[in-house]
């Protein structure tokens, strides 16, 4: 998808913003003659346009994007069936609740290890932003 | 009839030619943004559009990527399977006819049925080495990839729509509805890998909770792809079932559950549905709570049936649901509710305790995607 801005809208953004300029000197040079009534009002217009320019030139930049595909970490935890011992590991492909697997427990050194549970862990700022009213 | 000396007393340094000028360039800004101020915003809105609808395109090329490089990997092809692939994105099926809404459920089902024959039918054409778990699980990934192809297409249709009429309402529409509709593109991009290596997603919750009361007891396999199994649980007989895992699977437990009704001529006491429910903002996740009726999403067709034939015997159906995010429903199951199944747990044995008597017999339907859940 090309980015072409169009070039009216480039054309409004090139104009208020040397008005504004223009402006804001007007109202400095006003300022310096003691001219105070014309030089608060050329300020404020100018300072109001370059707001607006500033905005609308904001609008045509094309923040970076966050894909948001990044992969969470998930946890498995092996857990013996004898001896209750856990083991907390990375996930591997092939790893599913309740899968009896041929690992040996360190503990009482039986094949008695099975797949207790697999999930992830949320950070807790990203948590707080969940019950933000509660 | 102001002449032009009181105009001139009117602007301030009318002494200054420049400032003249200023003044009448100013009021010209001001009437070309009075006139062509929604223009304006009409093309700022656009630049917003056009930038999700590029995000949204990279999550799709990214999903496809990923399931071609699963099929590749794991179903191991004589051939390119990007053809196949391309050609699995743009599927569609048509809904049935509503206007006589007469058995419409039967006829649904019947289309549903037939798309999952054929869906599965490609995958193992894609992916003639997999076994029937990542046959499942390869079809849930194509499945999350083509819901992101459709929701990019859907979106372009409208961008381009409103950029063709200049119609700022169909902007201002796609810009209003954007940020749901990009909360849901990321979510099913965080399912597809989550698919991919078989994880288990937080919509399982259900099938977690039926997966450990069932877990040391023997199973038999009912209506497709649902397994059941008798369990003891406070003097009572519970009937408890759930999609067979771990493959990607949610079966058809609607059918399952009408069957054990039938086959005990409705002499069930109580059916509890649990399944995952979408929770509201400010509510925690893993938060339970308990209700009445067919807690079983999709189609519609399963908790038609279910309805139907306890109506048949007047059984009454509780639900207890596990609340849980859009995006949470689709990812890697979260700690929050894999903690809240024991709770789950606790709520169905003081339900049986409360509802029924020593010697009944009741049902328990874990609903939900099972993939990454054994039994």
Same mark, same amino acid.
């Given at each position: 998808?090309?980015?072409?801005?169009?070039?009216?809208?480039?054309?409004?953004?090139?104009?208020?913003?040397?008005?504004?300029?223009?402006?804001?000197?007007?109202? +400095?040079? !006003? &300022?310096?003659?003691?001219?105070?009534?014309?030089?608060? #009002?050329? @300020?404020? =217009?100018?300072?109001?346009? $370059?707001? +607006?320019? !500033? &905005?609308?030139?904001?609008?045509?930049?094309?923040?970076? #994007?966050? @894909?948001? =595909?990044?992969?969470?970490? $998930?946890?498995?935890?092996?857990?013996?069936?004898?001896?209750?011992?856990?083991?907390?590991?990375?996930?591997?492909?092939?790893?599913?609740?309740?899968?009896?697997?041929?690992?040996?427990?360190?503990?009482?050194?039986?094949?008695?290890?099975?797949?207790?549970?697999?999930?992830?862990?949320?950070?807790?700022?990203?948590?707080?932003?969940?019950?933000?009213?509660? | 009839?102001?002449?032009?000396?009181?105009?001139?007393?009117?602007?301030?340094?009318?002494?200054?030619?420049?400032?003249?000028?200023?003044?009448?360039?100013?009021?010209?800004?001001?009437?070309?943004?009075?006139?062509?101020?929604?223009?304006?915003?009409?093309?700022?809105?656009?630049?917003?559009?056009?930038?999700?609808?590029?995000?949204?395109?990279?999550?799709?090329?990214?999903?496809?990527?990923?399931?071609?490089?699963?099929?590749?990997?794991?179903?191991?092809?004589?051939?390119?399977?990007?053809?196949?692939?391309?050609?699995?994105?743009?599927?569609?099926?048509?809904?049935?006819?509503?206007?006589?809404?007469?058995?419409?459920?039967?006829?649904?089902?019947?289309?549903?049925?037939?798309?999952?024959?054929?869906?599965?039918?490609?995958?193992?054409?894609?992916?003639?080495?997999?076994?029937?778990?990542?046959?499942?699980?390869?079809?849930?990934?194509?499945?999350?990839?083509?819901?992101?192809?459709?929701?990019?297409?859907?979106?372009?249709?409208?961008?381009?729509?409103?950029?063709?009429?200049?119609?700022?309402?169909?902007?201002?529409?796609?810009?209003?509805?954007?940020?749901?509709?990009?909360?849901?593109?990321?979510?099913?991009?965080?399912?597809?890998?989550?698919?991919?290596?078989?994880?288990?997603?937080?919509?399982?919750?259900?099938?977690?909770?039926?997966?450990?009361?069932?877990?040391?007891?023997?199973?038999?396999?009912?209506?497709?792809?649902?397994?059941?199994?008798?369990?003891?649980?406070?003097?009572?007989?519970?009937?408890?079932?759930?999609?067979?895992?771990?493959?990607?699977?949610?079966?058809?437990?609607?059918?399952?559950?009408?069957?054990?009704?039938?086959?005990?001529?409705?002499?069930?006491?109580?059916?509890?549905?649990?399944?995952?429910?979408?929770?509201?903002?400010?509510?925690?996740?893993?938060?339970?709570?308990?209700?009445?009726?067919?807690?079983?999403?999709?189609?519609?067709?399963?908790?038609?049936?279910?309805?139907?034939?306890?109506?048949?015997?007047?059984?009454?159906?509780?639900?207890?649901?596990?609340?849980?995010?859009?995006?949470?429903?689709?990812?890697?199951?979260?700690?929050?509710?894999?903690?809240?199944?024991?709770?789950?747990?606790?709520?169905?044995?003081?339900?049986?305790?409360?509802?029924?008597?020593?010697?009944?017999?009741?049902?328990?339907?874990?609903?939900?995607?099972?993939?990454?859940?054994?039994?």
């Amino acid at each position: 998808m090309a980015r072409r801005i169009s070039p009216f809208f480039l054309a409004i953004i090139m104009i208020t913003l040397v008005l504004s300029l223009a402006s804001i000197y007007e109202g +400095i040079d !006003a &300022y310096s003659k003691n001219d105070s009534t014309s030089g608060s #009002l050329f @300020l404020t =217009m100018g300072v109001t346009t $370059l707001i +607006i320019s !500033a &905005y609308l030139w904001l609008q045509t930049r094309r923040r970076m #994007l966050k @894909l948001g =595909m990044e992969m969470q970490p $998930l946890n498995t935890t092996l857990e013996c069936q004898k001896c209750g011992f856990k083991n907390v590991r990375d996930f591997q492909r092939g790893d599913y609740v309740f899968k009896r697997t041929e690992d040996q427990c360190p503990k009482c050194n039986e094949k008695t290890m099975a797949i207790g549970s697999i999930f992830r862990e949320v950070k807790e700022k990203e948590r707080a932003k969940e019950t933000g009213y509660s | 009839m102001l002449t032009t000396q009181q105009i001139a007393q009117l602007l301030p340094g009318q002494d200054n030619v420049f400032s003249w000028v200023l003044q009448i360039v100013f009021l010209g800004i001001f009437v070309v943004f009075m006139f062509y101020g929604q223009r304006i915003q009409m093309y700022i809105m656009i630049r917003e559009v056009e930038g999700s609808l590029f995000k949204l395109k990279m999550l799709r090329d990214e999903g496809r990527k990923m399931a071609v490089s699963a099929i590749n990997e794991i179903g191991k092809p004589q051939f390119d399977p990007t053809a196949l692939v391309d050609r699995f994105l743009e599927y569609f099926a048509i809904t049935p006819v509503d206007l006589d809404p007469s058995g419409i459920i039967w006829r649904l089902e019947h289309l549903l049925d037939v798309r999952d024959i054929r869906f599965k039918d490609d995958v193992k054409l894609m992916a003639p080495q997999a076994d029937e778990t990542q046959i499942n699980n390869l079809e849930n990934t194509l499945e999350a990839a083509l819901a992101l192809n459709i929701i990019y297409k859907i979106i372009r249709h409208f961008y381009l729509l409103g950029k063709k009429t200049l119609s700022l309402y169909i902007i201002m529409q796609v810009q209003m509805v954007l940020p749901l509709i990009m909360k849901e593109a990321e979510a099913f991009s965080s399912a597809l890998k989550a698919f991919q290596l078989g994880q288990p997603i937080g919509d399982g919750a259900g099938a977690l909770v039926a997966a450990k009361l069932m877990r040391d007891y023997e199973k038999t396999k009912v209506e497709k792809d649902v397994v059941v199994a008798k369990v003891p649980i406070e003097g009572r007989t519970a009937y408890v079932l759930k999609a067979e895992g771990p493959g990607g699977n949610v079966g058809k437990p609607g059918e399952a559950i009408k069957q054990i009704l039938e086959q005990n001529e409705g002499k069930i006491s109580l059916a509890i549905v649990i399944d995952a429910a979408g929770k509201l903002e400010g509510e925690k996740t893993g938060e339970v709570a308990e209700g009445i009726g067919v807690a079983i999403g999709g189609p519609e067709v399963d908790k038609y049936k279910v309805e139907e034939t306890a109506l048949k015997y007047k059984v009454p159906i509780n639900a207890i649901v596990i609340k849980e995010d859009v995006g949470d429903a689709v990812s890697p199951m979260r700690k929050e509710i894999f903690d809240a199944v024991d709770g789950v747990i606790d709520r169905i044995k003081r339900l049986i305790k409360e509802r029924t008597k020593e010697g009944d017999s009741i049902i328990i339907a874990g609903i939900g995607n099972t993939i990454g859940i054994g039994q």
